[in-house]
């Protein structure tokens, strides 16, 4: 029984789901259920090794090393390449060392390198090993010793440093103070308060360099991990912190947020008269009485008209049918509480005619390209931003709920979140607009669309109910599914039902594991979502599939769990885990699925893509086997295909008219040589299909040549035939059956 965070951990090291891990150790014989008892080291190396051998590749009989332990190595040999290495006692005889001696020496020997040792260090291991009670730690400091002496032979260990000093611990303190000034330097030690001593050295701001101080660990699998160090501290430290934030941000809060409310504002609704709309070349009025000169007209919908103005704003006048007093409240309402950000394109000042009538309002310019028409199209985005790929989406989704975050913490809700009310400039520039219909105290949001609404409100009048944050946090989850698969919402299925439908059931189709409804839209979308990194599936599957643990509205994913979400998934891309594992991991639109390590893969000879080499046949991939040359039958104009398959691995000749037109003649199946006579003959398709049917095989020699050899046969075997009541009856019944029929 093992504890599950320990499973996880193992889990997330191999970028697989904890159900993956159990039931890959259950395969190879190790069998781990969840319960209370952590796992020891001897087990935890146990499963790495499965695991590991597991991944392994043998070309050319040769093990190609995995994607975790070439990313291991690789992290070794740069500190090899850029550090001064130093090891303490307390890592020699950790229990790994034998582990991480067999991981360094070949990279120590490829880069002519050494690791340094402190005399003090030979002093305590001698110590422990004449001296100590300890039995176990006697005789593994005496190995330890004929190891260091090996390697120092063989020139990869180096002692320096003096022996005035007892205390190890010092001399490192005084070794890394002289060094650091001019070489980075690493020391690789299991001492928490050494580690931390060593590591503060990096805060004295006294002395001027741009040279670093490391300090790891061996880890499980003789590779190097980073110290969790000042732990205490600094959940402490983070705490308090944390307490006087919050105490900061509610005092700034009370000032700047709306009140939340339940109920739509019961105010009555009229309409508002005006004498007549501005246009272009009027002069309005903001609440100051400062003048606003319309300039020239920018857009048009709806609701109303959009004019460039004179000032550093851009008005939006509405329509004389738009026009009435809950809006005007409303807009009131918005502008009382100032939003400070120019890419939220939000009410800043009333306009009014200069009759004082209620005409509109000034708002920041938006600039870029709508999110629906730039992104979610391949061939757009190609045309608009050719240079786009997986990190600009990762970089665009924080953009974008950065400012989602803003917008609630003055709890402004937006309703209507949709990829038409979002314009993009770049990744980290966007723009939102449409923003006077977001829902603020008791006006709702009137607007919304079926694929951005939560299941719970489906069906229901926009203008007679209140959001809340959970509708919210549906809607978001919704946008950042369908910017990492552009354009296609979670929803979206094979032979589904309307989408309200889907979404009101929770019928979500993308698979995670071994869960899936098997309705998973072919092609593109599948390898967009097999390449996703896996937390990222899992939190979509949890909000989206009506079993997931964040499919209720209370336990819906928010904006800032998304943050940092997202936040990791940008943190593999920039350190290049991805894209160690897979070429096509940063690829918008990649043309196959994720590769998985254990696999081998080939490239396809159509389609020039790798695949898994269960997935080819002859060098073609399953799916180009599939395609084909389209046409039509030349008889009747029927669609036709002449697939790979068929051109490729059963050697078929391309017919021109479909089988129903055939002009009275059986479609040919085979063209083949007699083997007695040597002459072609043909073999109809409908004579295949009843030689298949009753398992007999296809003949090899052509009808005349067989027609004698069974003459000779009959001849050769007439007179060996049974003579029965059976065989005189059966005679007997086809002369009768013969003499009615004349």
């Known amino acids: 029984m093992y504890n599950e965070t320990d499973i996880l951990k193992i889990a ?16 190879s014989g190790l069998h781990i259920k969840y319960g209370q008892k952590n796992i020891s080291r001897e087990t935890g190396f146990k499963i790495y090794n499965i695991l590991m051998e597991n991944r392994k590749k043998v070309v050319n009989h040769k093990i190609i090393k995995t994607d975790i332990e070439m990313n291991s190595i690789n992290r070794m040999e740069y500190y090899i390449k850029n550090f001064k290495i130093f090891l303490d006692t307390s890592s ?73 000093e007892s205390f190890a611990d010092n001399v490192f303190l005084s070794v890394f103070t002289k060094f650091r000034i001019d070489h980075n330097l690493l020391l690789i030690t299991e001492d928490k308060k050494l580690a931390n001593d060593i590591e503060n050295l990096s805060n004295i701001t ?29 959940i402490y430290d983070s705490k308090i912190k944390s307490i006087r934030t919050n105490n900061e941000n509610k005092k700034i809060i009370q000032h700047e947020a709306f009140k939340l409310f339940t109920k739509v504002s019961e105010s009555t609704n009229k309409p508002l008269s005006i004498s007549i709309l501005p246009k272009v070349g009027d002069t309005l009025l903001n609440e ?63 306009l009014y005619t200069t009759n004082q009538e209620f005409v509109g309002y000034l708002m920041p310019k938006a600039k870029g390209k709508e999110l629906q028409k730039s992104l979610f199209i391949n061939q757009l985005l190609k045309k608009n931003f050719p240079y786009w790929n997986r990190k600009n989406s990762v970089e665009l989704c924080l953009t974008i709920l950065e400012k989602i975050k803003y917008l609630h913490e003055r709890n402004i809700i937006l309703g209507d979140i949709n990829p038409m009310n979002i314009l993009v400039v770049s990744s980290k520039e966007v723009y939102f607009v449409d923003t006077d219909s977001y829902q603020i105290e008791g006006y709702p949001c ?30 978001v989850s919704t946008l950042l599914f369908m910017i990492m698969l552009p354009g296609k919402p979670p929803y979206s299925q094979q032979g589904g039902e ?52 964040n499919s209720k509205p209370q336990n819906r994913i928010n904006v800032i769990k998304w943050i940092s979400i997202f936040k990791r998934y940008e943190k593999l891309i920039l350190d290049g885990t991805l894209i160690n594992q897979d070429e096509m991991a940063l690829d918008v639109f990649p043309k196959r699925v994720k ?14 893509v790798e695949h898994k080499d269960s997935q080819m046949r002859k060098g073609i991939c399953n799916e180009c086997l599939s395609k084909g040359e389209h046409y039509s039958c030349k008889k009747c104009g029927k669609h036709m295909i002449y697939t790979n398959n068929q051109k490729f691995l059963q050697n078929k000749p391309k017919f021109e008219t479909c089988f129903e037109c055939f002009d009275g003649k059986e479609k040919m199946y085979q063209i083949l040589s007699c083997t007695i006579c040597y002459s072609t003959f043909n073999i109809p398709y409908n004579e295949y299909k009843k030689l298949k049917k009753n398992n007999l095989p296809i003949p090899r020699e052509c009808k005349k040549c067989k027609s ?30 013969n003499f009615y029929k004349k």
């Open 708 to 737: 004698n050899n069974t003459t000779k046969a009959k001849k050769n075997n007439i007179n060996k035939q049974p003579y029965n009541v059976l065989s005189i009856g059966n005679a007997f019944s086809n002369l009768i059956n």
């Open 288 to 350: 100051k009485g400062e003048k606003i000169k319309l300039i020239n007209e920018i857009a048009s919908g709806g609701e109303g008209i959009i004019y460039e103005t004179d000032s550093k704003y851009i008005a939006k006048i509405y329509k004389k049918d738009q026009l009435n007093t809950r809006k005007f409240e409303k807009i009131k309402k918005m502008i009382s509480i100032k939003i400070d950000n120019v890419s939220i394109c939000y009410p800043r000042e009333i």
């Open 498 to 549: 309307s989408p309200i439908d889907n979404i009101i059931k929770m019928d979500f189709s993308y698979r995670l594991g071994d869960k899936t409804n098997h309705k998973t839209p072919i092609g593109q979308w599948r390898y967009m979502w097999s390449h996703l990194p896996y937390f990222v599936k899992e939190s979509f599957y949890n909000t989206f599939h009506y079993e997931g643990s």
């Open 595 to 608: 590769k998985i390590s254990k696999f081998n893969y080939e490239k396809c000879s159509i389609c020039k």
């Open 12 to 27: 997330s090291d191999f970028n697989i789901s904890k159900e993956e891990l159990i039931n890959e150790l259950d395969a």
């Open 206 to 234: 006294s002395v001027k360099t741009n040279k670093v101080i490391n300090v790891r660990k061996i880890n499980r699998y003789g590779f190097l991990s980073k110290h969790n160090l000042n732990k205490t501290t600094d």
């Open 446 to 475: 009137p607007v919304g669309t079926i694929n951005f609404t939560a299941p719970e409100i489906q069906r229901k009048s926009f203008n007679e109910f209140l959001r809340t944050f959970q509708n919210e946090y549906f809607a």
């Open 92 to 164: 020699l005889l950790d229990d790994e060392i034998y582990l991480f001696i067999d991981n360094i020496v070949p990279l120590l020997k490829t880069n002519n390198k050494k690791i340094l040792v402190i005399p003090q260090v030979g002093m305590e291991l001698e110590k422990h090993a004449n001296r100590s009670n300890d039995e176990k730690l006697k005789e593994k400091s005496k190995k330890i010793i004929l190891i260091l002496n090996k390697l120092i032979k063989q020139n990869l260990i180096e002692v320096i440093g003096g022996t005035n």
